[in-house]
């Protein structure tokens, strides 16, 4: 089952534009994690955010999120061609052995030259 | 340093038909997964390993499914016999997670993915 809703389905943008989406939660998580898949490949993982912390960026990549609403944002700047791709929230639960990542639906973002 | 490698990339059987998917984990990696992706949605978890031991199999439908990391490498994954809602990107990962690190280093967190192999059942 699908931990996460992610906000909008679907983005398109002009290039130089900003792009944000949102990704909602149920239950408890230790950490957020977003990964970005570009068309036929495997996710990448883009950022980690933990549960104590309320915002980080790394590039261009600005992550928020709000335990207490279960929600998080991921804000992409100065959007490029090169980030046509979809992006998924995924919520972390570290347990034993190892950490269970449940993803959402993903978000697919559309960036034109 | 390569990436989860994964054969084949695109499969195409007939429903009733056996499949088989293969997986090698980055060298080093004790913690290995299986997902499988539908058109339009996120990955879902189907099992888990930590070197050979299936840590969580919850959600793998052990009816037709079957999976096995004999050596806690490389891993193969089986669907016998295939149904048409069985068409999806079937995905591996894996990661490195050493018992005790607790919530230090992101690296410890981030699951490392396969390009997938599309299965499309007629």
């Known amino acids: 089952s699908q931990q996460g809703e992610e906000d909008p389905q679907a983005l398109s943008i002009q290039e130089g534009e900003n792009a944000t989406m949102n990704c909602s939660y149920k239950t408890s998580i230790n950490n957020l994690q977003w990964y970005r898949q570009n068309s036929g490949r495997g996710l990448v993982h883009l950022i980690l955010i933990r549960s104590n912390e309320r915002e980080k960026h790394s590039g261009r990549l600005r992550v928020t999120l709000d335990t207490s609403k279960k929600s998080s944002s991921l804000l992409i700047t100065a959007s490029r061609a090169a980030d046509t791709a979809s992006y998924f929230c995924a919520t972390d639960l570290v347990i034993a052995a190892g950490n269970k990542l449940t993803f959402g639906g993903g978000t697919r973002v559309l960036v034109k030259p | 340093e390569a990436g989860v490698v994964q054969s084949p990339r695109y499969k195409i059987i007939e429903k009733k038909q056996p499949v088989a998917f293969w997986c090698n984990p980055i060298?080093?990696?004790?913690?290995l997964y299986w997902y499988r992706q539908n058109l339009g949605q996120g990955p879902e978890l189907l099992i888990r390993y930590e070197n050979e031991e299936a840590v969580d199999d919850s959600q793998l439908p052990k009816d037709r499914f079957s999976a096995e990391r004999l050596k806690g490498v490389d891993s193969t994954l089986k669907i016998q016999p295939a149904e048409l809602g069985d068409s999806a990107v079937y995905l591996c990962?894996?990661?490195?997670?050493?018992?005790?690190?607790?919530?230090?280093?992101?690296?410890?967190?981030?699951?490392?993915f396969g390009p997938g192999t599309r299965l499309t059942v007629l």
């Open positions: 060298s080093g990696h004790n913690t």
């Open positions: 990962a894996s990661s490195f997670w050493k018992q005790g690190v607790g919530t230090s280093g992101e690296k410890v967190y981030e699951q490392f």
